[in-house]
């Protein structure tokens, strides 16, 4: 009998947490739905005074490298093409063991200048700052590896301007999209961060730095991230927005306040997830501080990434998203239920720690002990196939309210079919993807509790356009 | 091991199983029936986007060679009949009407305006201010400001308050179309308690204003909120887009007569002129380091050779953009050549002072 009062009470709290989940999920939804129109109302209205140019904000735009030499020169010439009116590039080297240095400095006619390095922020060593003879807004540092929060460090210690934008050497931006990111600092002097959104580069046609012609990719793991990348930005992330609550910016594309960063203590060395906990700090310090901020998130201005196509790489990701996830929530387990933490502390910290850490638990664990109670004849099977109903119906249901986001807004990928393929994802991705997703995210998450260190290993990606070849990402450990 | 039917619904009526698997079932088949019409509502979107699109196609083909030869060809089209615009088409038109208005500018702009008024556009967007939803309405507001319809002067010039940003500077936009003598007053006297104004929205609004109609009323805006540093500040920022000698005389009283640091480093980011240098020199050694780093900005910009000491003085500064600075503005100073510079910099005794100077000699070769 105890065993099933115990089976009892699982599928209670497992049918509570999907109920809680969707509810939060369809909270946020509706306040992504609000925004989403705002932003259409915005985009459709031609007659807004134009932007004066001077005043906008400077930026300076800091790629880190590391072993990149492959890619580098088409990434920089990428970025040097932006559609903005001032800005500097600054290309940290990340103490690259292959030809990154030399490429550089061949194809930009880097020559080295005395710089006086500020260390506002501590970094590992700085062998030497270049400046480019052909592009006077282009600078390099070449430093000792100290991985990508290391190296955004580094480039914000040298940064001119008041605004920085961190990105990887091997995104790419849209033209215009660095505009639409300072916009929010021009409405609101408060806004100290902006995010935009990373959207998969796979399938794409790319030219000259720059996604040309949108498809979707024909890899099926490189399509359920499609479809899982949208729910993360489309209502994963700005559903927070409106209640200035967004925890993550994604470290592949984000404009910063330089001088909050700087005050925050920059980008910390110690996690994988040093993106998420430089946003949790940057909270932290004004929600504790009492101080009138803002960070926000804009679903158009798009940054485009290529995903992992294979099992192995995409498990590390998921695995290393999870340990920043964990270590993020226990380095700022301070601002839970703070009396100044506001809608950080009292409903996003709690959700990410619910359903965003332990959400896997729950939901791994859940589906074990039915299985098993439904194999040792505690329930009948019936009970089985309607929960594991419930988890699918949940997922899909999730999927579709992105996809109608994306439809009723952004429609980057134009054509019909599209659109089914997309929508039979969304589907699909709930029959195996999810769960081995939900593993990964659970054994994760016992690795960071059991103490072991997460590793950022090389990932290999095809590159845009390129054939199949090895980049070890300036994130990997 | 295998259970048979009978105890498994046994242990279900015992232990409430029956009761969760209900509700877990009837969740789920709400969530379903949900995701199907989202999935239904997401068909339907495109379909209707498909279908505006291909109508927007077919009145672009229509439309853009008449708005191009009334936009770029002298009369011809006055006379010329012209395609009619179904009613459910009217919104479409106007959007891209407006569009066409944005990229064109005097001459252009009043012969689409005419012809606007031959297709009555002004009485369908006068009608258009009252629609329930807000897109509608904020075209409306575009497309009469762009005719300088006076009769909408009054119902546009009650959004200019709207507590929403959007509505309140299209409105803004469209008021100094109408009528700008009226309208940059109302839209300046509001720039320092409109903080959701975004500043370079409004500073498009102001340059492309007839200094004429907006002089006077900055300047008066000006002295007007002198008493407060945040709405002096705030209006400030707009000074560069007058270059007006009055409007330069009057922030150098308001810099004369500032102590708040913050309206002081204003006051200095928009000085350009060289009369106002002994203003800005005394602030070199302000206890401020933003404020002595645009002291010596403004030195490097327009200081003469009687600056050059004190510019040398800030190589020493403790804050390093002071220094970076003041090592630019030797660069820059045209009484010192390379020799100067190395002279200068084997005279400093602080490293700091000497690697700085370094850096901005070097730096400067490559401008």
New interface residues.
């Given amino acids: ?1 105890n065993i ?2 115990f ?2 009470g699982i ?2 709290v497992f ?1 509570l947490y ?2 809680c989940l ?1 509810t939060c999920y369809i909270a946020l939804n509706i306040s992504s739905f609000v925004s989403v129109q705002r932003l ?3 985009n ?13 904000y400077p930026v300076s735009i800091i790629a880190a490298a590391y072993n990149e030499e492959t890619t580098i020169c088409d990434s920089v010439r990428a970025l040097l093409q932006l559609k903005y009116t001032e800005f500097e590039i600054i290309i940290v080297n990340d103490g690259s063991t292959d030809r990154t240095m030399e490429v550089l400095i061949n194809s930009f006619g880097f ?1 080295r ?4 390095y ?1 260390h506002r922020i501590a970094t590992r060593p700085i062998r030497g700052v270049y ?3 052909e592009y ?1 807004n282009l600078r390099l540092v070449d430093k000792q590896r100290g991985w990508k929060a290391d190296a955004s460090n580094a480039g914000i210690n040298v940064a001119r301007f008041p605004l920085v934008c961190v990105t990887d050497a091997d995104s790419l931006l849209q033209r215009g999209s660095l505009q639409r990111l300072v ?1 929010p600092f ?3 002097p408060t806004t100290i961060a902006a995010g935009g959104t990373i959207r998969i580069a796979n399938g794409c046609k790319v030219s000259g730095g720059f996604v040309e012609h949108v498809e979707l990719p024909r890899s099926p793991l490189a399509l359920f991230q499609v479809v899982e990348y949208m729910r993360g930005f489309l209502f994963g992330r700005l559903g927070w927005s409106p209640i200035n609550a967004l925890l993550i910016i994604s470290g592949a594309f984000g404009v910063f306040h330089k001088e909050s960063v700087i005050a925050a203590g920059g980008y910390c060395r110690h996690t994988v997830g040093e993106d998420m906990e430089l946003v949790a700090r940057l909270h932290r310090q004004a929600r504790l501080e009492q101080k009138p901020y803002r960070i926000v998130f804009l679903p158009d201005p798009i940054c485009w990434t290529e995903a992992p196509v294979h099992f192995k790489d995409l498990r590390q990701q998921r695995m290393r998203w999870q340990t920043g996830l964990a270590d993020v929530l226990s380095m700022h387990k301070q601002l839970f239920f703070h009396p100044n933490s506001g809608t950080v502390g009292w409903i996003a910290f709690p959700f990410y720690l619910i359903f965003e850490l332990i959400g896997p638990v729950i939901e791994v664990l859940g589906l074990c002990i039915i299985a098993t109670a439904a ?6 099977y ?2 089985l196939a ?2 594991v ?2 988890s699918v ?2 997922g ?2 999730l999927s ?2 992105a ?2 986001l994306e ?2 807004s952004f ?1 980057v990928y134009r054509r ?1 079919t599209d ?1 089914l393929v997309l ?1 039979t994802v969304a589907l699909v991705e709930n029959l195996g993807y999810r769960q081995l997703t939900s593993i990964w995210r659970f054994v994760a998450l016992i690795k960071w509790l059991s103490g072991s260190e997460s590793r950022w290993d090389p990932v290999r990606r095809a590159g845009f356009g390129a054939d199949i070849k090895t980049r070890i990402d300036v994130n990997k450990k | 091991m295998i259970c048979t039917t009978a105890r498994v619904q046994a242990l279900n009526s015992i232990t409430g199983f029956e009761q969760v698997s209900h509700i877990a079932l009837w969740t789920a088949q709400i969530i379903l029936f949900t995701t199907l019409a989202i999935f239904t509502l997401i068909v339907l979107l495109r379909a209707r986007l498909n279908f505006r699109e291909e109508r927007a196609a077919a009145l672009i083909s229509v439309w853009r060679p008449v708005l191009a030869a009334a936009a770029f060809s002298q009369g011809s089209t006055r006379s010329a009949v012209l395609p009619t615009v179904k009613k459910r088409d009217i919104v479409l038109f106007l959007r891209q009407w407006s569009a066409v208005q944005e990229t064109v500018s005097g001459d252009a702009s009043i012969r689409l305006n005419g012809l606007a008024r031959r297709l009555q556009l002004d009485e369908v967007a006068l009608k258009l201010l009252d629609h329930r939803r807000i897109s509608m309405r904020l075209l409306a507001t575009v497309v009469l400001g762009h005719m300088r319809v006076a009769e909408a002067w009054l119902p546009v010039w009650e959004d200019l308050d709207s507590q929403n940003t959007l509505v309140s500077l299209v409105s803004a936009n469209a008021l100094t179309q109408i009528c700008p003598s009226r309208a940059i007053p109302e839209l300046i006297a509001r720039i320092p308690v409109r903080h959701d104004w975004p500043a370079d929205r409004i500073a498009s609004i102001l340059a492309a204003a007839d200094p004429h109609n907006s002089e006077e009323p900055f300047k008066s805006a000006l002295l007007e909120a002198t008493p407060n540093p945040q709405h002096t500040i705030s209006l400030l920022k707009f000074v560069p887009i007058f270059a007006s000698p009055s409007i330069d005389e009057l922030v150098t009283k308001i810099l004369i007569n500032a102590s708040d640091p913050s309206l002081i480093a204003a006051c200095l980011r928009v000085l350009s002129n060289p009369a106002q240098l002994p203003f800005a020199r005394k602030l070199v050694t302000h206890d401020e380091w933003y404020v002595r780093v645009l002291a010596i900005r403004f030195l490097g910009q327009t200081g003469t050779v009687d600056d050059t000491k004190r510019v040398v003085r800030a190589l020493m500064d403790e804050e390093w953009w002071v220094r970076y600075r003041a090592a630019q503005a030797l660069c820059h100073f045209p009484w010192i050549d390379l020799k100067g510079l190395r002279k200068i910099q084997q005279e400093q005794s602080d490293d700091f002072a000497r690697d700085i100077l370094e850096q901005a000699i070097s730096e400067a070769k490559f401008e």
């Avoid at chain 1, 459709?44 to 906008?56: D, K, L, N």
């Avoid at chain 1, 200048?113 to 006086?116: G, I, L, R, T």
């Avoid at chain 1, 194999?375 to 009948?380: R, V």
């Fill in positions: 009998m099933e009062l089976v009892n599928q209670w049918l999907f109920i969707g259409n109302i915005r459709e209205v031609a007659g807004m005074p134009p932007i004066y140019t001077e005043f906008m020559e200048v005395p710089e006086a500020r400046l480019s003879t006077p916009q021009l409405d609101d194999w040792f004849g505690w329930i009948d019936g009970s309607i929960f109903f419930l119906s949940v899909t249901m579709a309210s996809l109608l439809e009723s429609r019909f659109l929508m």
